[in-house]
C-alpha cells in the first residue's frame, strides 16, 4: 500500500493530458458546465468508478469503495471556465469567444479523473471510501459551488473525514508544492457605491454638486483605511476596479458608481474594514453635499487549513519529490471556494507548481495567454493519488488506537 503501481501512472498521464487539452478547447463558465459533467460521467464510466449526478446542478461524485470500510477521504476538483477571451496561439485554444480555462480547472479535473483512474484499481487495498468531487461554479462569487453541493447531500452518505484540494500555481515551478497551516487564502468581499449629487452645467459648478469630484474624494480617502487603520503587520487589500459617472465634457455629473474588493485573512479585520467602509463612505460624500448609497456582498470566506493535514501534504510531497520540494510560501489574499468545505471539514488545500520553462513567458491566473506546464499534470496525478491512500491508513490506525484505548 505504500507504493502505487508505476505502470498505471505511466499509462494514464497521456490521456490525463488528452483530457486536459480537450476540456481547454471546450471551456464552459460557471453554471454552464453541462458538456464538461457529461465528459466526466462518460470517463467515469470508462474507467468502471460509480457516481452519482446533479449536485448543484452539474457537480458529479465518484465514489471508489474499498474492500475494507474505514475512512473516507474526499479529493476536489473545480470544472468552470472564465468569460475571457483566449489569445493563446495553441492548437487546443479555446473555440469559444469569452470563454477560456484561464485558471486551470481543466488541469484540475483531468488530474483528479487520473488519480481516481489509479485509485480504482487499488480499491481491494483501501482501507476505506475515496470520493472524488467534481465541483461547479468555482468562479462564481460569492454562490460558487461548494455550498449548493453540500447543501443537495453530496455528503449525506459518506461524510469526509478529510478533504482535499489542488489548485495549479504558475508562481512555483515544476516538482515544487506551495502549502502551509492555517491560511492559504484570503477573505474574498465585494462592494458598489452609488454616489449621487445634482447634475448641471460645466460653467455653473455653484449651482450643482458633483458626484464625480465626491468619488474622487471617496476613492482617496478609503485608501486610508488600511493605511491607517489596520495594524501594518496584518494583510488587507482595499481595491476600487470600476468606475462609472459622467455624461459629456461640459456636464456636472448627477451620480457615479464605484465597484472594489476588500481582501483580508482575519475575520475581525474583514469586520473592522466593512464598518469603516460604510463610516467614510457616508461622512466623505456628506460633506460635499452629495449621498452614498452601499450594496456590501459578502464572498469566499478565508480558505483556512487544518495543521494536521497541510503537516501531512508536507510530509507526502517530500516523500514524492524530495526534501527541497515545498518551499516556504505566502498564503495568497485570491479567493477560493474550497474555502466552504474546510469550514465544515477539516482539510487542507494546496498548489502545484505548473510555472513554463521559459520563466519569462508565463503569464498569471486569469490572463488571456495564461498557460501551465503540462509536465506537472503526472505529478499532480501521483501526489493526489499517495494523499488519499496515505490519509486513508491514517484514518485506519487513528481508529484502531481508538478502539484499543476503549
Not at 477560456?100 to 483512474?117: E, I, K, Q, R, V
Request: net charge positive.
Amino acid at each position: 500500500m505504500n507504493t502505487i503501481d508505476k505502470e498505471v501512472l505511466a499509462y494514464i498521464s497521456d490521456e490525463v493530458i488528452n483530457m486536459r487539452r480537450h476540456l481547454h478547447k471546450f471551456p464552459e463558465i460557471s453554471e454552464e458546465e453541462d458538456e464538461t459533467s457529461t465528459f466526466i460521467q462518460r470517463k467515469l464510466t470508462k474507467y468502471g468508478i460509480p457516481f452519482e449526478t446533479g449536485y448543484a446542478k452539474t457537480g458529479v461524485l465518484g465514489i471508489i469503495q474499498g474492500k475494507k470500510s474505514g475512512g473516507v477521504v474526499a479529493l476536489r476538483a473545480d470544472m468552470d471556465g472564465l468569460p475571457i477571451s483566449e489569445k493563446n496561439n495553441i492548437e487546443y485554444a479555446s473555440v469559444f469567444a469569452n470563454r477560456m480555462h484561464a485558471c486551470g480547472h481543466d488541469a484540475h479535473t483531468s488530474m483528479l479523473l487520473g488519480a481516481g483512474y489509479v485509485l480504482n484499481k487499488m480499491k481491494s487495498k483501501l482501507p476505506g471510501t475515496i470520493l472524488l468531487l467534481f465541483q461547479p461554479s468555482e468562479e462564481k462569487g460569492p454562490i460558487g459551488g461548494a455550498k449548493p453541493m453540500m447543501a443537495d447531500g453530496v455528503f449525506r452518505k459518506y461524510k469526509p473525514d478529510v478533504i482535499f484540494g489542488q489548485h495549479v500555481w504558475p508562481d512555483l515551478p515544476l516538482g515544487k508544492i506551495g502549502v502551509r497551516a492555517g491560511e492559504m487564502m484570503g477573505n474574498s468581499d465585494r462592494f458598489i457605491i452609488h454616489v449621487s449629487g445634482t447634475g448641471g452645467h460645466a460653467s455653473m459648478p455653484h449651482q450643482s454638486v458633483d458626484a464625480i469630484v465626491a468619488a474622487c474624494k471617496l476613492v482617496s480617502t478609503l485608501q486610508s483605511i488600511v493605511s491607517r487603520n489596520i495594524n501594518p503587520l496584518e494583510s488587507a487589500v482595499l481595491t476600487i476596479g470600476k468606475i462609472e459617472g459622467g455624461y459629456r465634457y461640459n456636464t456636472i455629473a448627477d451620480r457615479v458608481r464605484l465597484e472594489g474588493t476588500i481582501r483580508t485573512f482575519s475575520k475581525d479585520i474583514k469586520i473592522h474594514m466593512k464598518k469603516k467602509l460604510f463610516l467614510l463612505t457616508e461622512h466623505v460624500t456628506k460633506a460635499i453635499g452629495a449621498t452614498a448609497k452601499i450594496t456590501y456582498i459578502d464572498g469566499y470566506p478565508a480558505t483556512i487549513n487544518t495543521k494536521k493535514w497541510a503537516d501531512f501534504i508536507i510530509k507526502t510531497a517530500k516523500k514524492l519529490f524530495g526534501n527541497d520540494s515545498v518551499p516556504t510560501i505566502e498564503p495568497s489574499l485570491g479567493a477560493e471556494d474550497f474555502s466552504r468545505f474546510l469550514e465544515k471539514y477539516p482539510g487542507a488545500f494546496y498548489w502545484l507548481g505548473t510555472q513554463l520553462d521559459a520563466k519569462n513567458d508565463q503569464k498569471p491566473l486569469h490572463h488571456p495567454q495564461f498557460q501551465l506546464n503540462e509536465k506537472a499534470l503526472p505529478l499532480g496525478v501521483q501526489l493526489l493519488t499517495k494523499i488519499a491512500v496515505d490519509a486513508l491508513m491514517i484514518i485506519e490506525k487513528e481508529k484502531e488506537n481508538k478502539s484499543e484505548d476503549c
